[in-house]
């Protein structure tokens, strides 16, 4: 599977971002797709995740602020964030996890969140 992420950028701390994963193939058959995120000196961490199924995770750091709604006819999942924080700065990764695949990962693209 391909995934194209897009929508990163700076803003302010307090604003808004909202970042796109497109699969090339359908979300239904896909086990879980989300965002990881990796910032400078830091390793890569979940930030939300959603299943085939529907069942949602996410990361502490932004329950409340982010959250990740997909689109099944267009195959792609969603990370609206709200109420940036500088400390959300990183590259966020798009992710997928097919059984008897195995992992996926798309090309990152950068947030930066100015205080």
């Known amino acids: 599977v391909q995934l194209q992420a897009s929508g990163g950028g700076l803003v302010q701390a307090g604003g808004s971002l909202r970042l796109s994963c497109a699969a090339s193939r359908s979300i239904f058959s896909i086990y879980i797709m989300g965002w990881y995120r990796q910032a400078p000196g830091k390793q890569r961490e979940l930030v939300a995740t959603?299943?085939?199924?529907?069942?949602?995770n996410y990361a502490d750091s932004v329950k409340g602020r982010f959250l990740i709604p997909r689109d099944t006819f267009k195959n792609t999942v969603y990370l609206p964030m709200n109420s940036l924080k500088p400390e959300d700065t990183a590259v966020y990764y798009c992710y997928a996890f097919l059984h008897g695949d195995g992992t996926y990962w798309g090309q990152g693209t950068q947030v930066t969140v100015s205080s």
């Open positions: 959603i299943t085939s199924g529907g069942i949602i």
